[in-house]
């Protein structure tokens, strides 16, 4: 069962999204992060930019986020219910995880991040057959301008 704790917590994290730098990151990232390759990530967000400093501030918050759930301290089905943004970041992001992990010579990385995002995508096919995949095609896909 949630507790008053996991609702603080998630009231925190709603706190830290709203950060003036981490709103640029994160309105940057649903405007322009659609890649399929390392090499797509690498071309839109070379070291050293500032689309680079805001795609790791993005992952790195949902990655933390979704760690209180791995590690237990937050329940996982009261954050599906207002965290949404993290099942868009691991629907842009899955596409290259391996590739980035076997480049940086780092297994781990974005692991939480992949263990919610994949938890998550079982809820809704479980809860809402179809939701999910609408959602993937919405948000993985760059709109036609």
């Known amino acids: 069962m949630?507790?008053?704790?996991?609702?603080?917590?998630?009231?925190?994290?709603?706190?830290l999204r709203r950060e003036d730098t981490m709103r640029k990151a994160r309105a940057w990232f649903v405007q322009n992060y659609y890649v399929k390759t390392l090499e797509d990530s690498t071309a839109l967000c070379p070291p050293g930019s500032q689309e680079n400093a805001y795609l790791r501030m993005v992952t790195s918050y949902w990655n933390m986020a979704a760690s209180f759930i791995t590690a237990g301290v937050l329940n996982m089905e009261l954050f599906f219910q207002s965290n949404q943004e993290l099942l868009l970041v691991w629907t842009r992001v899955r596409t290259i995880v391996d590739e980035m992990r076997k480049s940086m010579k780092s297994p781990n990385a974005w692991k939480h991040l992949e263990t919610v995002g994949n938890a998550y995508i079982e809820h809704w096919d479980r809860t809402s057959p179809g939701a999910y995949e609408a959602f993937r095609q919405r948000m993985g896909t760059k709109p036609q301008t």
Do not use: F
């Open 2 to 15: 949630p507790s008053h704790q996991d609702a603080n917590l998630i009231l925190r994290l709603y706190e």
